[in-house]
């Protein structure tokens, strides 16, 4: 099983923070911690994430997320330290998340790892955290949960889906690796009806980030991009993320940072050039969201620059709704 969500979800952020004293850009905006920024991403993640309950050794649960995904599990197949757990309740915490404003409040960004170790856009069907606990102790699962996605909560079915495990890097960057598509080993995932009724099927058999997902693809030329935060944010206060226009369910981040230029980069030279963007850059404000949003258009070697003056100040809701609103 993966080992990076032994600690809970809502709790890595935190784990990844460094506090440090607050000061105050030439603007006068005041300059959040990395603790401050990594509790407000915290916050929106325990905002989407919801709480089930079933009994253990009593057979199959089905539960209804929020969003209509159908979540079965099978009480029978939990174990303890390889022990089958065979009484009791069992906490299962569950999270879901499907549009870019959220994925972007959360710091759930698509992007996945490509063969030779550079990541890549991914477009996705849904992102998933599962989890079961019982008194606090961490347990593992022996039989294959089934996740049924509503397809229209992503734009309908896409072709070319599969499976992804979602790992913490010790950057605190949420990377996705692609899973063998094994049915037979009780895991895959398959699409199936039309219109309204269409849906995803997956089949897996761990704990943890789960993403439906395929790469993003562009025949035209590729390049890299770099950004340069404001005077005073850097990689741990602060983030830039890409939004491609025109694409559904994804959201790409900048997950590198020069401390000496000050300057967040995709350095693996996967942007195509012409592509129609919003480059995106936030960090917290008294417990708000602080953010620009920069339409342009990639030309080869790009650098973008935000400065103060162009942030704005916003609920989770509004910077959600801001995204969302991108075309």
């Not at 993966?2 to 460094?18: C, D, G, Q, V």
């Not at 004293?21 to 920024?37: H, K, R, V, Y």
């Not at 949420?174 to 199936?192: I, K, S, T």
């Not at 983030?239 to 559904?248: F, K, N, R, V």
């Amino acid at each position: 099983m993966n080992t990076n969500f032994k600690n809970t979800a809502l709790s890595l952020f935190a784990s990844l923070a460094i506090a440090s004293c607050s000061t105050d850009t030439p603007d006068g905006n005041q300059i959040p911690t990395a603790l401050e920024f990594s509790n407000l991403k915290q916050t929106a993640l325990e905002n989407v994430t919801q709480q089930f309950t079933l009994n253990a050794g009593g057979g199959s649960v089905t539960f209804t997320s929020a969003k209509g995904v159908e979540l079965t599990i099978n009480g029978d197949c939990l174990t303890l330290n390889g022990h089958p757990v065979t009484a009791g309740q069992v906490a299962i915490e569950y999270a879901e998340v499907f549009d870019k404003g959220t994925m972007l409040v959360t710091d759930k960004p698509t992007m996945g790892r490509k063969p030779n170790g550079d990541m890549a856009l991914i477009i996705s069907g849904g992102e998933f955290y599962i989890n079961a606990t019982q008194n606090g102790q961490q347990l593992e699962i022996t039989c294959p949960m089934q996740l049924k996605i509503p397809a229209d909560l992503t734009g309908g079915l896409e072709t070319g889906m599969s499976l992804w495990d979602g790992t913490i890097d010790e950057d605190g960057n949420l990377d996705w690796d692609q899973r063998d598509q094994n049915p037979a080993g009780g895991q895959g995932v398959f699409g199936e009806g039309q219109g309204a009724s269409a849906a995803y099927y997956a089949f897996l058999n761990d704990f943890g980030w789960t993403n439906v997902d395929r790469f993003y693809s562009d025949p035209r030329p590729k390049t890299t991009i770099l950004a340069e935060a404001p005077t005073g944010y850097d990689f741990e206060n602060s983030a830039i993320y890409l939004h491609y226009d025109g694409e559904g369910s994804a959201l790409a981040k900048l997950d590198t940072y020069n401390a000496g230029t000050n300057q967040f980069s995709e350095h693996y030279g996967q942007i195509p050039v012409g592509l129609v963007a919003h480059v995106i850059f936030v960090t917290e404000d008294n417990g708000n969201f602080r953010y620009a949003i920069k339409a342009v258009t990639i030309a080869a070697g790009d650098v973008y620059v935000f400065s103060n003056a162009e942030t704005t100040v916003g609920t989770e809701a509004q910077l959600i709704a801001a995204i969302n609103g991108l075309p």
